[in-house]
């Protein structure tokens, strides 16, 4: 199983990136997938998560600019993030928790991480 994410970039404040990240592999089950940022020097923070459902949930930082979404039949998971501000710079992480085949429980997987840098 692995998760990957792209869309990721130097961008003006004010624009607009849309990042995506697929999960791939032997997957019995997809739950929960979302999306994490860390900044440097700070600690690794939570962006926005979606249900299998599609009940979101929003960073009060990001409310208002920046959409999740999802595909399950491509199991993949999308950020749109508008009226970026430098503040935004980070390394955006997605996860997903998923149940691969042959194993008992579901787990949190993490792709490899995409930068989103702010700045004129």
């Known amino acids: 199983v692995q998760l990957q994410a792209c869309g990721g970039g130097l961008v003006q404040p004010g624009g607009s990136l849309r990042l995506s990240c697929a999960a791939s592999?032997?997957?019995?089950?997809?739950?929960?997938m979302g999306w994490y940022r860390q900044a440097p020097g700070k600690q690794r923070e939570l962006v926005a998560t979606?249900?299998?459902?599609?009940?979101?949930h929003y960073a009060d930082s990001v409310k208002g600019r920046f959409t999740i979404s999802r595909d399950n039949s491509k199991k993949t998971v999308y950020l749109q993030m508008n009226s970026l501000e430098p503040e935004d710079t980070a390394v955006y992480y997605c996860?997903?928790?998923?149940?691969?085949?042959?194993?008992?429980?579901?787990?949190?997987?993490w792709g490899q991480g995409t930068l989103v840098t702010v700045s004129s």
């Open positions: 979606i249900t299998y459902g599609r009940t979101t």
């Open positions: 996860y997903a928790d998923l149940r691969a085949w042959g194993r008992r429980d579901s787990a949190d997987y």
């Open positions: 592999g032997s997957i019995f089950s997809l739950g929960d």
